[in-house]
Nanobody, 121 residues
Framework: QVQLVESGGGLVQPGGSLRLSCVVS????????MGWYRQPPGKERELVAS???????KYVDSVEGRFTISRDNTKNTVYLQMNSLKPEDTAVYYC???????????????WGQGTLVTVSS
């Protein structure tokens, strides 16, 4: 079994900051790409940011310059530092990771349960 557990969501005022964390645990052989999706109320899920094992990053245009994704490969953890938050950033944020389990050869996508971020005054 592999588990992804997110933390760090909550209520923040516009212009504020939050840091999301996602820890991967279980029978992990290797982790490739990690990242964050979000799903605003009534809208489809969208990719926010991703990071390769080597540290290459990608961001959706709407968060470029405000959000920073990072990872600690020794802790199997990915982070999302969110600054200058806007009401339109309100969403459930989901962590994902491409993981090869021990004694297997394929990378499969795994997801966390999600953490709610609300940006409101």
């Amino acid at each position: 079994q592999v588990q992804l557990v997110e933390s760090g969501g909550g209520l923040v005022q516009p212009g504020g900051s939050l840091r999301l964390s996602c820890v991967v645990s279980g029978s992990i052989g290797s982790i490739n790409v990690m990242g964050w999706y979000r799903q605003p109320p009534g809208k489809e899920r969208e990719l926010v940011a991703s990071i390769t094992r080597g540290g290459a990053t990608k961001y959706v245009d709407s968060v470029e310059g405000r959000f920073t994704i990072s990872r600690d490969n020794t802790k199997n953890t990915v982070y999302l530092q969110m600054n200058s938050l806007k009401p339109e950033d309100t969403a459930v944020y989901y962590c994902y990771a491409d993981i090869r389990r021990l004694a297997t050869s394929r990378y499969l996508e795994h997801w966390g349960q999600g953490t709610l971020v609300t940006v409101s005054s």
